[in-house]
């Protein structure tokens, strides 16, 4: 099967059975700078995907090509096995894709029900259905066992970072989003608002959603992740499920692009495609 650990693997490919959402090619650049160089990466529903990778090496630009903010110069994207064109923000939000930025794009002076359905909201007789929204926001944070928040009238401005991925997170799942995407959501919490917030991704994996989460923290990686993808200088060069790796494969691949440890890790883990180098 294709789905074991594969270094370099650009040129055999395989579409993985039942991938919500699947990268065929995807290249990208900016002017002279090659952001991304052939991706081909697979997100299955119900797991946790980790997109590592050092400084500069595509994970953002990836993500952004998920999410609409650009469009790939070349590639396809297979949404539920049918190509797809995601030309706007808007175009991801009607597939059911839900991008949160390290900046969360939360309302500081709206409180927690007017950001969870913000752009969205319920509204009775032409006006707006207050205490519908507030039963489904007090519904949806009780589902995800968001218990920290003092009261869902309380300005976002006033919730701490994990409180706000928490508020983020919801309005995603109440928004019934298929695929969860997220930008180093724990760059910025403590040890506590971590664990919590690594909870909460377990939990919407666990509800089948697919969750897509950049992080540079590798403990956070192994703690959460189902599966692991690896870029370096653009190049896709290695995914597979987590238990393939070790922190000393991951930071490998991430700072050399390849492997030289080879005992441990499975035979697919074949011919490396290094052309990245120069
Ligand atoms: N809008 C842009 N215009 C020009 N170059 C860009 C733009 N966005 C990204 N790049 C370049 O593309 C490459 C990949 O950047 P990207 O932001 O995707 O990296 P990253 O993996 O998210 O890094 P980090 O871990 O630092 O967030 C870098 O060389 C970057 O300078
Ligand atoms: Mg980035």
């Given amino acids: 099967m294709s789905d074991t650990a594969t270094v370099g693997d650009t040129e055999t490919h ?33 797991q946790v995907t980790a997109l590592v990778g050092d400084n500069g090496a595509g994970k953002s630009t990836l993500i952004k090509a998920i999410a609409g903010i650009w469009q790939p110069n070349e590639g396809e994207i297979l949404w539920n096995g049918t190509p797809v064109h995601i030309r706007t923000p808007r175009d991801a939000d009607e597939l059911g894709i839900a991008t949160m930025y390290q900046d969360l794009a939360l309302c500081d002076n709206l409180d927690i029900v007017q950001n969870m359905f913000l752009g969205h909201e319920l509204l009775k007789h032409r006006l707006l259905d207050e205490n519908q929204m507030e039963i489904t926001a007090r519904q949806t944070l009780a589902d995800l066992s968001v218990t920290t928040v003092q009261s869902i009238r309380q300005p976002v401005g006033s919730l701490s970072g994990g409180q706000r991925q928490a508020v983020a997170v919801a309005r995603a799942v109440m928004r019934e989003a298929k695929l969860v995407v997220m930008d180093e959501p724990t760059a910025a919490l403590g040890v506590s608002q971590t664990a919590q917030v690594l909870d909460l991704i377990k939990r919407l994996a666990s509800r089948g959603i697919a969750v897509l989460v950049i992080s540079h923290n590798l403990t956070d990686v192994f703690a959460v992740a189902d599966r692991l993808a690896v870029l370096n200088l653009g190049h896709l060069v290695s995914t597979g499920p987590i238990s393939d790796y070790d922190t000393q494969s991951a930071v490998e691949l991430i700072t050399t692009g390849r492997l030289t440890r080879t005992e441990s890790s499975p035979p697919a883990a074949g011919n490396d495609t290094a052309d990245g180098g120069g």
């Fill in 14 to 46: 395989q579409h993985i059975d039942g991938s919500l959402l699947s990268l065929h090619g995807i290249s990208k650049s900016f002017g002279a700078v090659q952001a991304l160089r052939d991706v081909n990466l697979d997100i299955l529903n119900g």
